[in-house]
């Protein structure tokens, strides 16, 4: 039985087939892509910032933020805001 890849393999490709079929001028980008998510994914403080924008930004359910400084403006309301 033939291996399944999650992850292409050092060819850009997952199994037998497949890889990259982009326009010629779209591969130094995705290169220099590449190179910097092998960079910046061993790096923790990246990994903390994504980890707190997945948790505040992506998926269900978000949290809601005091408005702080339009609830001042206005004066009176606390407002919240519900990010969606």
């Known amino acids: 039985m033939k ?3 999650n ?3 050092e060819r850009g490709y997952f199994g ?7 326009a010629e001028t779209l591969m ?4 220099e892509l590449a190179k910097a998510c092998e ?11 994504i980890s707190y924008e997945l948790k505040h ?3 269900r359910p978000t949290p809601i933020y005091y ?6 403006t206005i ?3 606390k407002i919240y805001l519900k990010r969606e």
């Open 7 to 9: 992850f292409p393999d």
């Open 39 to 49: 960079l910046y994914l061993t790096q923790q403080d990246f990994l903390d910032e």
């Open 75 to 77: 004066g009176g309301a």
């Open 28 to 31: 130094e980008p995705l290169n």
């Open 16 to 22: 037998d087939f497949g890889g990259r079929f982009v």
């Open 67 to 72: 408005a702080k400084r339009w609830s001042e």
């Open 3 to 5: 291996q399944k890849y």
């Open 57 to 59: 930004f992506v998926g």
